[in-house]
């Protein structure tokens, strides 16, 4: 009988495993809502008498204008997102129900799902979806349990947050279980079958086929904390397994394993030391056809005294070792994360380059209390000079400002980013001037 080639029987196999893996993510997603319909229909009598209901409210209108090499126009996109919903419940129970909608004033820009390809890329498209639904218990010997559609940020968001920068936010379809049973230390563990993404109602469409709506898979999220009087000490495992093979092919499912330290030290009355130390080693994991194995290093410290506030550090996303020629993405990658946080805000290093990147920062920030009607002012200046982790690859600089003012429930926002390019991607200036208004 003739022997089907090894890469049809590969491919067949992943073809049936994504079959299936959607089947799966639909079957865990109608089990919880099912669950989550029932808990509450058996609780809702027995605590009526105590719940107590919040409204949620956060409304942003923003302008973003991006001036790209290598594209004629400008992007200029004028959006306005509204997250509006409500939360019910007491010290033991809530649930919560939040939906989230994106409306483009003016769609000059390619926001990744548009097909407006000749402009840059601004990642907000417009869209509605249910963005969180999630019953929580708590109270229960120091136990958190959230279940549903639920925002999740560990630690700095470096590697799982809820991209709230964007206009549509990450959130997760998970179980989550948080611990503090035990003085100073707090255990968190999240299982996630689903990543829904900023892409929204139309990822996945003819002209974003790579950016999906939602990425289904089985991820482990781990993260344990200790705070003492000398610091705060974290270890975290994540299990990342994403099943869509038009995200990346396979190549972001990964296994991370690593520490981090964080502590502040009181130098006058006025001034502080911070210091934030992180390590992490990283390999490939379930369907990633890559085979490699990669560093990531975190350094940073800060100085701040009188409102003034002196941050330098350094970031390395290491480059795969034992990676074969040719494989692309084999190097430390975060897909869960807050990527416009990190790298500076131009956006060019959200895929760690096959290389890596090593990233050398310094910011010069200040803070002002009760500013004629503001409540608070805020101005930051931030240098970024970009390198690759191997061939000593200079990849360019890149200059952040913002200036910040908050007034009440109402925060105005400044910002800018200009990337300078030597060797990887082109000369790129964004700006964002923004108003948010939350309750």
């Known amino acids: 009988m003739p022997r089907l080639p090894e890469k049809r029987l590969n491919e ?31 609780a809702a009598p027995a605590l009526a008498d105590e719940i107590k209901i919040k409204p949620l409210v956060d409304m942003r209108l923003r302008y ?11 992007a200029e996109a004028v959006t306005a997102r509204a997250r509006m919903g409500a939360e019910a419940g007491n010290s033991l129970f809530s649930v919560l129900v939040e939906a989230e909608g994106t409306l483009a004033l003016d769609e000059s820009y390619n926001s990744g799902v548009n097909g407006k390809t000749a402009y840059p890329l601004v990642a907000d498209p417009e869209n509605v979806e249910l963005n969180r639904a999630q019953i929580q218990f708590k109270g229960l010997a120091k136990t958190v349990v959230t279940m549903g559609r639920q925002r999740i940020n560990l630690d700095d968001q470096r590697f799982v947050g809820a991209v709230g920068w964007r206009d549509n936010e990450q959130t997760f379809d998970a179980v989550r279980v948080e611990y503090t049973g035990v003085k100073n230390l707090k255990a968190d563990l999240t299982y996630s079958w689903s ?40 270890g975290f495992a994540y299990l990342v397994d994403q099943d869509e093979a038009k ?54 410290l800060a100085l701040e005294a009188k409102g003034f506030k002196l941050t330098g550090g350094y970031e390395l996303l290491g480059s795969g070792k034992g990676a074969s020629a040719g494989q692309t993405l084999a190097s430390f990658q975060t897909p869960l994360a807050t990527l416009h946080k990190f790298n500076g805000w131009a956006d060019k290093f959200l895929t760690t380059p096959a290389n890596g990147l090593q990233d050398m920062y310094a910011t010069l920030g200040y803070t002002r209390l009760k500013v004629g009607p503001f409540d608070a002012i805020t101005a930051s200046a931030t240098y970024h000079d970009y390198d690759s982790d191997r061939l000593n690859v200079d990849y360019g600089s890149e200059v952040n400002l913002l200036l910040t003012a908050k007034l009440r429930k109402f925060a105005f926002t400044l910002k800018y980013a200009d990337y300078n390019a030597k060797t990887f991607a082109t000369d790129t200036s964004k700006l964002w001037a923004s108003v948010e208004w939350a309750y």
């Open 247 to 300: 995200v990346s092919g396979f190549r972001n499912s990964s296994q991370t394993f690593g520490a981090r330290y964080a502590a502040a030290y009181p130098l006058t009355k006025a001034a502080k030391l911070s210091a934030v130390v992180s390590y992490a080693y990283q390999r490939d994991y379930k369907a990633n056809p890559n085979e490699y194995a990669a560093d990531y290093w975190l350094g940073e």
């Open 195 to 234: 990543a829904r993404t900023i892409w929204g109602m139309d990822g996945g469409n003819v002209y974003g086929a790579a950016r999906q709506q939602a990425i289904g898979g089985d991820n482990v999220l781990a993260n344990v904390t200790y705070k003492h009087a000398l610091g705060t000490v974290t």
């Open 64 to 74: 973003e204008q991006v001036d790209q090499d290598g594209l004629a126009p400008k």
């Open 12 to 42: 067949d196999a992943l073809k049936v495993k994504m079959t299936m893996n959607r089947e799966n993510d639909m079957t865990k997603t109608m089990m919880a809502t099912a669950l989550f319909a029932s808990t509450v229909a058996l």
